[in-house]
């Protein structure tokens, strides 16, 4: 199975200032079919996870262009440009390659405000 | 768009059974993989069980497979998760979801308390 490993696992920034997040996999995310199903998920407190990212930096519909991805092969990094404070929340790093069969998520990066 | 809303959480003791059904409305249900992923109080998301849109095709969790069965019925555009031998550690907000290869769509989750 592919484990996914996020670090730090918490994160204090100061409002209008960037944060960044790294997300390792325990193998490629690269699919036979040459895409990497790497995802990045936002769980703000008591909601739902929301689509951010997917396919390494592709912004999902609705999110704002101060939320960035990059990466590839193993290691991965959520950027956040100028954080506000309804950024409040978890992230999570997913990885959909293995789909049908099973997805893995990372442990989650609480992002605080301080 | 769509919209997705689980019933059917609540408290059982440990052993016993408890199904999960999720209601979808605005998108084609019938044309799509689903997918149940749980979260325990306080921590992060583990998948737990995927059905091909005919229902033919099912992947488990190792530590729920015997115990958990997936399974939908598109004239009703519902997904099913049956819940046997619950144990306290299958405590957990359970979200049906329409993730393809990316974690495009949730629902809003139930909660599933298994506790004596």
């Known amino acids: 199975d592919i484990v996914m490993t996020q670090t730090p696992l918490s994160s204090p920034v100061t409002l209008g200032q960037p944060a960044s997040i790294s997300c390792r996999s325990s193998?490629?995310?690269?699919?036979?079919?040459?895409?990497?199903?790497l995802s990045w998920l936002q769980q703000r407190p008591g909601q739902p996870p929301r689509l951010l990212i997917y396919?390494?930096?592709n912004r999902f519909s609705g999110v704002p262009d101060r939320f960035s991805g990059s990466g590839a092969g193993t290691d991965f990094t959520l950027k956040i440009s100028r954080v506000e404070a309804e950024d409040v929340g978890v992230y999570y790093c997913m990885q959909g390659t293995q789909f049908p069969h099973r997805y893995t998520f990372g442990q989650g990066t609480k992002l605080e405000i301080k | 768009e769509v919209h997705l809303v689980e019933s059917g959480g609540g408290l059982v003791q440990p052993g016993g059974s408890l199904r999960l059904s999720c209601a979808d409305s605005g998108f084609t249900f019938s044309r799509h993989w689903m997918t149940w992923v749980r979260q325990a109080p306080g921590k992060g998301l583990e998948w737990v069980a995927n059905i091909n849109d005919g229902g033919s095709e099912k992947y488990y969790l190792d530590s729920v497979k015997g115990r958990f069965t997936i399974s939908r019925d598109n004239a009703k555009n519902s997904l099913y998760l049956q819940m046997n031998s619950l144990r306290d550690e299958d405590t957990a907000v359970y979200y049906c979801?329409?993730?393809?290869?990316?974690?495009?769509?949730w629902g809003q989750g139930t909660l599933v308390t298994v506790s004596s």
């Open positions: 979801a329409s993730l393809g290869q990316w974690g495009e769509y």
């Open positions: 396919q390494i930096s």
């Open positions: 193998q490629s995310l690269v699919h036979s079919d040459g895409n990497s199903y």
